[in-house]
């Protein structure tokens, strides 16, 4: 699945999980899409180093050098999981727990982005 394609898969999730009862605030709904933003970087840094000899997938859920077909399956089920998540957590929790996942996920694409991966649309 290209990046867009997953942007877009991301994007219907958001926006049919928000379309039912308890939908997200705006800012909430802007933490999820910006969750979603960044795993589809750490998506498409992944697939870039598991495509190259010299690099591996450090994710022990993915191995080290996971197809793209493993890489979108993960990847989409880790945003799914992620909403599911947030609208379970009640108001205060749901933005802890949005702004932590949040800061873990962008940075480790920062980290990959410093190795050297791109991310391109």
């Not at 945003?79 to 947030?86: E, F, M, N, R, S």
Request: net charge positive; proline share 3%; with cysteine.
């Amino acid at each position: 699945m290209r990046p867009r394609a997953m942007v877009a898969a991301c994007a219907l999730v958001l926006a049919c999980a928000n379309a039912s009862a308890g939908a997200l605030t705006g800012k909430q709904a802007a933490l999820e899409a910006g969750f979603d933003a960044a795993c589809i970087a750490d998506y498409e840094q992944s697939a870039q180093i598991a495509a190259h000899p010299g690099m591996y997938e450090t994710n022990p859920m993915l191995g080290r050098h996971p197809s793209r077909a493993r890489l979108r399956n993960y990847f989409f089920g880790v945003v799914a999981v992620h909403l599911a998540i947030t609208r379970i957590l009640g108001e205060r929790a749901r933005g802890i727990w949005q702004g932590a996942t949040l800061f873990i996920e962008a940075g480790q694409v920062a980290r990959n982005a410093r190795l050297g991966l791109k991310v391109e649309f």
